[in-house]
């Protein structure tokens, strides 16, 4: 019933920004905390973002001051905003509550390459 679609990825040069934007269906995503997830290829899913329902946000600490978590207007929605881009972030990014509920959305791609 709970569905999350991911929508904003894209391939980037290093140093550029990208907007990722995850709409949730089935639920009021501010009655959760929430997080942005990525995988990349060979390696283990981790967790990026993450906001509570008080507002608090954490970092991973490879992507502290570069990427921001917020919330939208709307209530079912949930942005990352990241800037200075590294290779190292390419992975498909999943937004997903946190702790993750057992359905994940496909994903967004964001290939940073030059």
């Known amino acids: 019933q709970v569905q999350f679609v991911e929508s904003g990825g894209g391939l980037v040069q290093p140093g550029g920004s990208l907007r990722l934007s995850c709409a949730a269906s089935?639920?009021?995503?501010?009655?959760?905390?929430m997080g942005w997830y990525r995988q990349a290829p060979g390696k283990q899913r981790e967790l990026v973002a993450g906001?509570?329902?008080?507002?608090?946000?954490n970092y991973l600490d490879s992507v502290k001051g570069r990427f921001t978590i917020s919330r939208g207007g709307a209530k079912n929605t949930v942005y990352l905003q990241m800037s200075s881009l590294k290779p190292e972030d390419t992975a498909v990014y999943h937004c997903?509550?946190?702790?993750?509920?057992?359905?994940w959305g496909q994903g967004t791609q964001v290939t940073v390459s030059s």
């Open positions: 906001i509570t329902l008080g507002g608090t946000t």
């Open positions: 997903n509550s946190m702790p993750p509920y057992n359905y």
């Open positions: 089935g639920t009021d995503a501010r009655l959760y905390a």
